[in-house]
Structures are given as structure tokens and as C-alpha cells.
């Protein structure tokens, strides 16, 4: 599906977000699997909080925080490979093909092996998901993704005992994608993640959002979600996968390793050199937020980082 700007998107798709935001059932379940803030299922729409030009500073996750729009996820994107500006994705990475297109995993597995994405969605059952994604640069979105963790391919590929991390490559092809002929990043786009956090159950490679394909500036046609850590790490549009035993470089700390750490952890504490990351602005709303560590996930990644220094390993 292919959406270049506000006038081409047919009714048909509105319709289609409606119809998904009745999905009751869909977000009771992912409720129950503590996948996304309690209460949405109850009340997707806050009715209350704007009152004046100054609302209340409220925490990053609040009971019922609406859904970001199918509009604002598909037109506000961080998507280098076609431009740096918030608009260029969505107008030029209509023309990227993303079917076929294959996966490959390699490095320290038992198991390494090249997967077409249709058959990771007909073998991995796909799972709606809810999350916060916290960009670096101080603003958020609530976007359902539907996908698979990341640990069920992992384990099929099965690691062997000196892996460590895990690596990821975005395709590199200028001429599909133009971004790439400018040397914003070290293309292709690189990223990675300590073998734990890769398996961590809330750990996702997302193939679709709000009940559709992944269109193509979010990352079509598989791309990473890590909702705990800040958006660039995860990484769309993805062609390899590769275990390995030492930390690599990502595309973000090569260009400047004083501002992107390896973890980049969602964390209020911690500011950019250049801002603060204590408050955040979601898209769609007035004000600010107050931004929470881990993006508000601790309870369930904290331990991951039980006495680790988070200023340091930032
Ligand atoms: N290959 C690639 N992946 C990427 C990026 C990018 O420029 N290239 N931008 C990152 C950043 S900074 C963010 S915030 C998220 C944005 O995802 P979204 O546009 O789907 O909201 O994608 C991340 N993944
Ligand atoms: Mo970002």
C-alpha cells in the first residue's frame, strides 16, 4: 500500500482505520498480555486534558492514550534513505519494491538461512501489538504494529554460546532509494542489540500497522521494534541479520558517538548533549509529556540493565 500524501489517501482507508479502532476484542487481548496501556480498550479518545493553552504536564504513558493516527504515522517518519525532512518518506519511498524480498541470517548460528518475508508471516503467527515509540529527538507516536518477536526466528537460527549481539542491515540500493547517494549515514543503515535484549519477549519485527502492510516509509516490508529504546534503533527495512560475539558499530554511533549510544535507552535522566529527553511531545497532541525511563517499560526490560550504569552505557 502506497500512500504519497494527504490528498491521495482514498476514504476507504479512514473507513478502514474506524472499522480497526473497533477492534474490542483485538486490544482486550493485547490488554490482558499487559501489551498496551490499560484502559485503551475501555476508551481509545481522552476527552479531557485540553483545556487551555497550557495543559498539565502528563507521563509519557497515561491509561488512555489514544492511538496516533494512521495519517500522522504514515506522514511524520524518520526514513533517511529517502530524505531527512518528516515529509520525504512518505513521498518517495512509494517506488522501493519490497515483494519479494528476502532475509538473510548469518554470523555464529547453527542454523543460518535466507527467508522470504512472506514465508516469516506464514510461519511466525502474527501478533498485534501496541507501543509507545519515543524518537530521539523528543517526540513520540502510539502506533499498533502487528508482527512476530524476534526471538521465535532467532531460536530457529540458534545461536551458538560465544554469540552476543545481534546485527541488522538495511537494504543498500541508491537507486531505489535516493537518500542514500547523499552520505548523511555510513549506508547502509546498521544497527544492533545485545543478544538478551534481542530475545526479550517485547522485542518485535513488525510487517504490519493498523491491520494492514507495512507501508513503505514505516520500514516496508519487515523492520525492528525495540518500543524500550529510542526509534532509531529500530531499524526498518531490514535484509540481514547477523549474529555476532562483540558489540558492532551502528550507522548512529559512527556519525556521532557522543550522542548515540549503543543502548539508547529511553531514559528522562540522561539528555542529548544538545536537549533534554525529560519531556517528550506526542504527535497529535498539544503540550508536552513527561517522558518515562524506558519509555515506560521497566517493569518489563529493567532487569536487563539490573546494575548497569545508564549514564555511562547510554
Ligand atoms: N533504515 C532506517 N531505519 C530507521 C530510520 C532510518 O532513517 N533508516 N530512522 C529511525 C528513526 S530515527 C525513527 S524515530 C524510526 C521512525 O519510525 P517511523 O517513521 O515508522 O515512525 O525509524 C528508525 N529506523
Ligand atoms: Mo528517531
Redesign the pocket.
Known sequence: MIIRNKEDIPSSEITEEKVYLDRRAFFKKAASLGLIVPGMAAKLVQASGIFGLFPPLKPAAMPHDPLTSFHD?THY?????FGTNKSD?SKYSGALSTNPWQVKIDGLVRRPGVYSVNDLIHKYPQQDRVYR?R??EAWS?VIPWSGFPLGSLLKQADPLGHAHFVEFW?LYDPKQMPGQRVPVLDWP?REGLRLDEAMHPLTILATGLYGKPLPN???API?LVVPWKY??K????IVRIRLVEHMPQTSWQMAAPDEYGFYSNVNPKVNHPRWSQATERRIGEWGLRRTLLFNGYANQVGSLYSGMNLRKNF
Open positions: 504515522i517518519n524518520n526514513f533517511y534513505e518518506p515509540l524518537c530521539v507516536m538495511t543503515y516509509q514505516d520500514g523492520r526509534g532509531f529500530s531499524i526498518k527495512s
